[in-house]
């Protein structure tokens, strides 16, 4: 088998004082992503900068389709060309049409709504809870992802407080409910670190599958060491979306998980984009989402 490969886990430390490109709140992502430390992540000024094209303004029909999660402008060209939108009740055949506010838009007979949908991905750092912060005053995922953009997101699924990687968030109800549905799952590989050296037998049983003593049965896709001479690190393979998985097949054969690091995630990966920090999906990333 192929040991996997250590992904680069850089910026988990402090600010090292380096500028980092500013955010615009509710700002679009198109070639280069922009990142914001997880330090900006609290402050609720909003930044400068030229503010994408929202829905109080006239917007071209197919970059409007895509905002509203229906697809990529480029295929947006394709459906406007084949006679599947309608503006006001009519047919519009037009690429460049400027759809105003008070426009009712239709795609294939269904009304799309005017919230602009927003996918960011976050690589979330130890010690932040899912959800909002509790009673107990501990650190949320939210907080992090605060400046992203003006609409409420949320996330697609979780990693528990000591669970660090990637995170996705988006207001996509569509596309929530298709990633959490078994049969739409996307592959997933994990950085897994134990407490004593793994038994390769042990992989191999996880990836022939077994019956979880709490109920449910684990398979993995692939299970291999991280790399040589780091006997108690792994990389796990999984398209499960079920909660704690990989954790629980660790401790079914007596491993206890020291770390627990998502370095995958559908197509995305932690490349460029340090811990604590977050960047919006690129279209091409938003449309292989929703493949």
Known sequence: ?????????????????????????????????????????????????????????????????????ICSRREADVFIATGLVEINGKLVL??????????????????????????????????FIAGNTDAWGRKS?????????????????RLDKYGTGLLLFTNDSDLLKKLNHPRHTKKQIYHVEVQKNINTD???????????????????????????????????????????????MFEHFGYQVRKLDRVYFGELTKKDLPRGNYRHLTEAEVGFMKM
């Open 141 to 157: 995922v939210n907080q992090l992802v605060f400046n992203a953009c003006k609409e409420r997101i949320v996330a697609v699924d």
């Open 1 to 69: 088998m192929c040991a996997y490969q250590k992904k680069d886990t850089s910026g988990r430390g402090r600010a090292t004082g380096k500028k980092v490109a500013k955010k615009t709140r509710g700002g679009d992502s198109k070639s280069k992503p922009k990142f914001v430390h997880k330090s900006d992540a609290f402050k609720n000024k909003k930044r400068k900068g030229d503010a994408v094209p929202t829905f109080s303004e006239n917007v071209r029909l197919n970059k409007y389709l895509a905002n509203a999660g």
């Open 94 to 127: 037009e690429m460049g049409y400027k759809v105003k506010p008070t426009d009712e838009v239709k795609y294939d007979g269904a009304l799309i709504s005017q919230s602009t949908k927003r996918y960011v991905l976050l690589n979330k750092p130890k010690d």
């Open 202 to 248: 042990h992989m191999k049983a996880m990836v022939e599958g077994f019956e979880l003593p709490d109920g449910g049965f684990a398979k993995a896709d692939k299970v291999d060491f991280v790399r040589d001479g780091k006997p108690k690190e792994a990389g796990i393979e999984i398209q499960s979306g079920k909660f704690r998985i990989v954790e629980r």
